[in-house]
C-alpha cells in the first residue's frame, strides 16, 4: 500500500515537532540548572562576605580593647591611676614610665641616666611633680639619700634600675625606699634589674615591685639580666 505524500509529511512533521520539543525541555532543565547554581554561588558569597565582615568587626573591637591608658590591657577601676614601667636594658636603653597615658621618662624624652630613675607623682591628681636619676655606680649616695628625705605625705614614687642601681646604695638609701614599701631594694645587688611603684606614708609592702638578679647562668644580655615590664593600677589617695 502506498502513502500519500500528505500523510508522509503529517509524520514527518509530528516526528520533528517531537524532537524540537524534546530540545525545548532539554534546553529548560539546563537553564534551570544554571539558574539553581547561580543562586548556590551568591548564597555562598555572601555568606563568606558577611563572615568576613564579622571577623573584621571583632577584631576592631579586640583593637579598641586593647586600647587603654598606657597600652594596659584592660582598663583601671575609678580612683585608680593606670602605670606602666620598664626597667633599662643593659647599658644601652634607658627605662621608661608612663602614668595615665602620660610618658613621665625615657630616653625619648632624655631624662633619664644610669643608675636609680625616680618619679614623684600627686597621689591625689596623679600630677607629675618631680624626676631625677642618680648614678649609683660612680656617682654619690648623698643626693639620693636628700632626694628620699624630702618625698612628702601621700606622693607616689615610681623607680627602675638601669646598667648599675646598687654599688653605691648604702643602708641608709636602702632604709628609706624600703619605708616607701620596697620588698627588694634590701637585696638590690650590682646590675640587677629593678622596678619599683610605691608612696610616702604607705602601711604595707607595695605589690607593685619586680627584681631580677644579675646571674651569668640566667642573664639575657652578657653582663645583665632581661628587661622588667611591669604594669598596673595604684590607688588614689583619698584623705
Request: hydrophobic fraction near 45%.
Amino acid at each position: 500500500m502506498t502513502v500519500s505524500p500528505f500523510l508522509r509529511w503529517l509524520a514527518v512533521r509530528e516526528n520533528g515537532g517531537g524532537r524540537l520539543a524534546r530540545m525545548f525541555r532539554a534546553s529548560g532543565i539546563l537553564k534551570l540548572a544554571a539558574l539553581i547554581l547561580a543562586f548556590l554561588l551568591a548564597v555562598f558569597l555572601a555568606f563568606q562576605l558577611l563572615e568576613i565582615n564579622v571577623e573584621f568587626k571583632l577584631g576592631s573591637m579586640e583593637t579598641k580593647a586593647a586600647a587603654h591608658k598606657c597600652g594596659l590591657s584592660k582598663a583601671c577601676p575609678p580612683g585608680h591611676f593606670a602605670f606602666k614601667l620598664t626597667s633599662g636594658a643593659a647599658s644601652v636603653v634607658g627605662p621608661r614610665m608612663c602614668l595615665e597615658d602620660k610618658l613621665l621618662m625615657s630616653g625619648v624624652k632624655n631624662n633619664v641616666g644610669r643608675g636609680i630613675n625616680v618619679a614623684l607623682i600627686n597621689g591625689k591628681t596623679g600630677e607629675l611633680l618631680r624626676t631625677g636619676f642618680y648614678d649609683m655606680w660612680a656617682g654619690d649616695v648623698t643626693p639620693f639619700i636628700k632626694f628620699l628625705k624630702e618625698i612628702e605625705d601621700g606622693t607616689i614614687v615610681m623607680m627602675a634600675s638601669f646598667d648599675d642601681p646598687a654599688t653605691k646604695l648604702n643602708d641608709e638609701a636602702r632604709k628609706l625606699i624600703t619605708d616607701l614599701g620596697s620588698s627588694a631594694v634590701g637585696n638590690l645587688g650590682f646590675r640587677d634589674n629593678w622596678v619599683f611603684v610605691g608612696g610616702k606614708g604607705i602601711k604595707t609592702k607595695s605589690p607593685f615591685e619586680q627584681h631580677i638578679k644579675n646571674t651569668a647562668d640566667t642573664n639575657k644580655y652578657e653582663g645583665w639580666p632581661e628587661v622588667l615590664e611591669m604594669e598596673g593600677c595604684v590607688p588614689k589617695r583619698q584623705d
